[in-house]
């Protein structure tokens, strides 16, 4: 699957790379979906990295497709959860027991990566030291700034809040400590003038 | 002075008004006949007598009202006011720097009384007499931020400085021209501008910033920063923007001139002696049309400058709909004669309105 080139944008949207295997004691792995392939290609130039390895990997609608390649690498800890709440516990114990030298790797949806990402900064790795790469959906996080509740998995522009129903429209500005874009109400302004939502990016 | 402090409002009925005192003294923040972005800073070394530069923290009549505005939207949602772990001690020099600057300010006003750590407030104005101990967060019912930007007009960002990069990582905002403190909360500098159009682009904020971090204890800055606000609102919040934003369509010809305010915020920066943080109090102004024409000079200029402002701009502060109404209303106090260089009113010696 190509990787999808995000537009330049403002500097409070992240951006993100391509991993690359780095000296440590430990490695944590944590991807969702497609994130898996960016995994293995981890591992395509650098298989030894994955006996200090733990993989938290979330398959969402990927089901089983890359679950048993991911467990071929030869993980040291290899955990596959049914979501991403369902895991962040395990995260935090993860991130709680980890010594100096341990090196962070995200891949998948900016969701999962965000989320992830703010667990490891709350344990004290700044957010430059945490390498990720966007693999799979464009779909995003949003956070409704009236409410504040979140909506996962956003794919159009606008949308409707999951919690209070507003119609927001999707702003590039994100939040590190909430994982989160900011969702705006778009017809404050002129109440019931909502445009036909369109896929992001497009 | 003795300054006789209104019963207002700011939402509701906004029974806000201006006195021609407080017109008088408007910081109006257009120094020539049109605006650009530009890192417009001075030193806030006092100003001329009973300008809003004159002291350190400005008191005026809207004080006790905008402090009665403020405890309304803080009992509404509590995460106007935030500050991370690490801030707590750069809310106590706030609190010194507030606490030292209003007493010798304003004598009459508000006392400062210490002996040691043993400090006692008086607040006149609020009706506030209180005696804590200086760092001891026990000794206050709330953080040492909230405790006196309850007491402060303005909002307050306060900014830890690290690697040469400015924090936002506490806070007091509820007069704000729509960012959301718990939104931007831990972002550095770039990333809560990042919304801004244009400045980017023009190294505006890169200059900003190294300005910033070169600010040093005792040698304050100012400028000014401006938009527009239908009706006197203060909290003109992106949490609350579903509910504020339709009175933008309220304007019309006959009431724009009382409706619609030109809002200015004065800006300063004060570097903080404990925590080596930076205090970023965002004072908001509010003036009427109606107020503001009064000053011909003020009027003339308005109206050049939203008649040339770039598109991207007007957007940006949210007028552009309403900017032909506004020129429509504001060409009426323009009558094309030159006006004098700098921000003040000169009514001794600019010219009358000619018809």
């Keep these: ?202 | 002075m003795t300054i006789q402090f209104n019963t207002e409002t700011f939402r509701d009925d906004y029974s806000f008004r201006n006195s021609d005192w407080a017109i008088k003294r408007f910081p109006f923040p257009f120094h020539e006949d049109s605006y650009m972005y530009s890192v417009n800073m001075e030193q806030h070394r006092g100003g001329p007598a009973g300008s809003v530069y004159e002291k350190r923290f400005d008191v005026d009549e809207h004080y006790v009202s905008e402090m009665a505005d403020r405890a309304i939207v803080l009992a509404e949602d509590p995460l106007r006011c935030q500050s991370l772990p690490h801030m707590t001690l750069a809310g106590w020099d706030t609190l010194e720097l507030i606490m030292v600057s209003k007493s010798e300010d304003y004598p009459d006003l508000f006392e400062l009384h210490r002996d040691g750590d043993r400090w006692r407030w008086i607040n006149k104005p609020m009706g506030i007499d209180h005696t804590f101990t200086f760092l001891d967060e026990t000794t206050l019912p709330c953080g040492p931020l909230e405790y006196i930007t309850r007491q402060a007009q303005g909002d307050y960002a306060v900014l830890d400085q690290r690697g040469d990069m400015l924090y936002m990582d506490a806070g007091m905002v509820t007069t704000q021209a729509d960012w959301s403190l718990d939104f931007d909360i831990g972002m550095d500098f770039f990333e809560w501008h990042a919304p801004v159009p244009l400045a980017h682009e023009m190294g505006i904020f890169k200059r900003a910033l190294k300005f910033l971090l070169n600010i040093q204890q005792g040698a304050p800055a100012r400028r000014l920063n401006w938009t527009m606000t239908v009706n006197p609102l203060l909290d003109t919040s992106p949490e609350n923007y579903h509910k504020w934003g339709v009175q933008k369509t309220t304007l019309t010809p006959e009431n724009i001139g009382a409706k619609q305010h030109l809002r200015v915020e004065l800006q300063t920066f004060y570097r903080l002696p404990r925590s080596n943080a930076l205090l970023f109090p965002i004072r908001c102004y509010l003036i009427a049309f109606q107020d503001l024409v009064t000053v011909p000079k003020w009027g003339r200029r308005l109206h050049r400058v939203v008649r040339d402002l770039p598109e991207e701009l007007a957007t940006y502060k949210g007028f552009i709909a309403n900017r032909p109404l506004m020129l429509d209303y504001l060409s009426r106090y323009d009558d094309g004669l030159p006006t004098s260089p700098g921000i003040w009113p000169d009514l001794e010696t600019e010219p009358p309105l000619q018809t």
């Design chain 1, 1 to 202: 699957m190509s990787k999808f080139q995000f537009p330049p944008s403002i500097s409070s949207r992240p951006v993100y790379g391509t991993l690359e295997p780095r000296p440590g004691k430990a490695h944590l792995m944590i991807a969702d979906a497609e994130g898996a392939e960016a995994l293995l290609d981890l591992a395509a130039s650098d298989a030894a990295l994955f006996a200090n390895a733990h993989i938290i990997y979330i398959p969402k609608d990927t089901g089983e497709t890359y679950v048993e390649r991911l467990r071929a690498l030869g993980p040291a800890q290899f955990y596959v959860g049914p979501s991403y709440a369902a895991s962040v516990q395990r995260i935090r114990r993860v991130l709680s027991d980890a010594h100096m030298g341990l090196q962070v790797y995200l891949a998948g949806t900016e969701g999962l990566m965000g989320q992830a990402q703010n667990e490891a900064m709350q344990a004290g790795i700044p957010h430059g030291a945490i390498q990720t790469e966007h693999r799979g959906s464009v779909a995003r996080r949003m956070q409704c700034v009236h409410c504040k509740g979140i909506t996962e998995d956003v794919t159009t522009d606008p949308f409707v809040c999951s919690h209070c129903g507003l119609n927001l429209f999707v702003r590039d500005h994100y939040s590190r400590r909430l994982a989160a874009f900011q969702g705006v109400c778009i017809d404050a302004e002129d109440p019931g003038n909502v445009p036909e939502p369109v896929e992001l990016y497009k």
